[in-house]
């Protein structure tokens, strides 16, 4: 038997239900995810006005979206459950150049290897290029070491830091900005 004056209120019911459903979600909105949303927008504006912008009023806008940010992370606008994290140095590394040790196939340390950093001179005389790789070499040794002990993250992390910076001036590389 089929009824067929009860589809459409069958229809309005469903309606009814997804539209109750779906208005926690909106409403649950935060001002802390407002300002992130806010922040977001400000530097889509600013990549998409790049051409037409001073690169002062860019940078100010840019700026600004970082105070936004920031603001949320130290919890001026309320508790926000969904803060975008900031990569880690490894994170910034696999992205960049698809492993956490980067110098060798890049080059500018020649001859160096894990093995022989300690014992090994590029050239007889020593120079600021053999120092930065040995020194790069050392803090990746040292951050392998530190990795493999369950409590040494924060002296692994630092280790990684400091071979990044050291692998850079070896490889003539602008320094990284540190937020």
């Known amino acids: 038997m089929r009824l067929p004056y009860l589809a459409p209120l069958l229809a309005s019911a469903l309606a009814i239900v997804a539209l109750t459903a779906l208005a926690p979600a909106a409403a649950a909105q935060t001002q802390a995810e407002r300002m992130l949303a806010a922040a ?6 600013a990549e998409q006005l790049k051409a037409t912008l001073t690169p002062e009023a860019r940078a100010e806008m840019l700026r600004q979206a970082d105070e936004m940010e920031k603001g949320v992370r130290a919890g001026a606008y309320g508790a926000h459950d969904n803060l975008p994290k900031q990569p880690t140095l490894a994170e910034t590394l696999m992205a960049e150049h698809g492993r956490l040790e980067w110098l060798t ?27 930065h790789c040995r020194n790069a070499y050392g803090h990746y040794a040292s951050y392998l070491r530190s990795a493999k002990d369950p409590n040494g993250a924060e002296l692994a992390a630092q280790s990684l830091f400091y071979y990044d910076a050291a692998a850079r001036r070896a490889a003539g590389l602008p320094r990284r900005e540190v937020r």
Request: hydrophobic content about 25%.
């Open 40 to 45: 977001q927008q400000l530097r889509t504006s």
């Open 105 to 131: 196939p890049h080059g500018a340390c020649a001859g160096y290897t894990l093995e022989n950093y300690a014992t090994f001179r590029f050239s007889p005389q020593i120079n600021d290029r053999d120092s």
